[in-house]
């Protein structure tokens, strides 16, 4: 299985950003890391090589991306209204620069994108902001409303990027196409927040998958049971 670590600069976060790709070949999917966490997560904590088959088959590309939430949702201390400005910077950078580039490597219009955890949300997110981008959408443990890392604050900003808030209002003809997998385990913290999203999707009439596994809790062992699963509904 092929490694390759990629560095490249942001205009839009004017910084450099650290991504690890793994495979040759393949449908690309975009791995977020977990709070706070880099490009380099996902291979340590062995969900790489729980995917190990299908990267080998050629079935997909693995695009570990690394996180700004050092410098948006976690940065205490920063102005709520920083914080969310640094992160639009961070979706913008997704949107305009990494994702362009994917389609271009790959040879796709959209490209899939996942995330354990706080990675789940940023997946999420991401997926509903631009669903243009975005084909397939898994979650693994997941939480989807940010409003308890901005104190109490709120403007139209955090409305368009709190997926609970806005995606009742949301239109797209592409929410129809998009392969979408909430994850979650019995004794998940996380699993009434999928529950809610499961809920919300429901409502609007979005076809999705809510797996919730038997006797799983917030970790890893779980995670890395789901995601070649999961992975494996990519045609």
């Given amino acids: 299985m092929q490694e390759q670590h990629r560095r490249f600069y942001s205009h839009h976060l004017g910084q450099d950003i650290d991504m690890l790709v793994f495979g040759t070949w393949g449908y690309p999917v975009v791995i977020f890391p977990t709070s706070g966490g880099h490009d380099n997560e996902a291979r340590d904590f062995k969900l790489i090589e729980a995917a190990r088959p299908l990267i080998e088959a050629g079935r997909v590309k693995l695009f570990c991306i690394d996180s700004i939430d050092a410098h948006s949702w976690y940065a205490k201390h920063l102005p709520p209204d ?74 139209e900003n955090l409305y368009y990027n709190n997926p609970p808030e806005y995606l009742p209002g949301a239109h797209s003809e592409h929410f129809q196409w998009m392969n979408i997998i909430l994850g979650t385990a019995e004794h998940d913290f996380c699993k009434d927040s999928n529950f809610q999203m499961s809920h919300i999707l429901s409502q609007k009439g979005i076809r999705h998958t809510l797996d919730v596994k038997p006797f799983g809790n917030h970790d890893w062992p779980v995670w890395r049971e789901m995601f070649p699963q999961y992975l494996n509904t990519i045609g």
């Avoid at 796709?108 to 669903?131: E, M, Q, T, W, Y």
């Fill in 82 to 155: 920083v914080r969310i400005k640094n992160h639009i910077f961070y979706d913008q950078f997704l949107s305009d620069e990494l994702v362009p580039m994917l389609q271009q490597e790959c040879n796709v219009d959209k490209i899939g994108v996942a995330g354990c955890s706080f990675g789940g949300f940023h997946a999420l997110n991401f997926a509903f902001r631009h669903p243009n981008q975005v084909a397939h959408l898994f979650t693994m443990g997941a939480a989807f409303d940010i409003r308890q890392f901005v104190d109490g604050y709120h403007d």
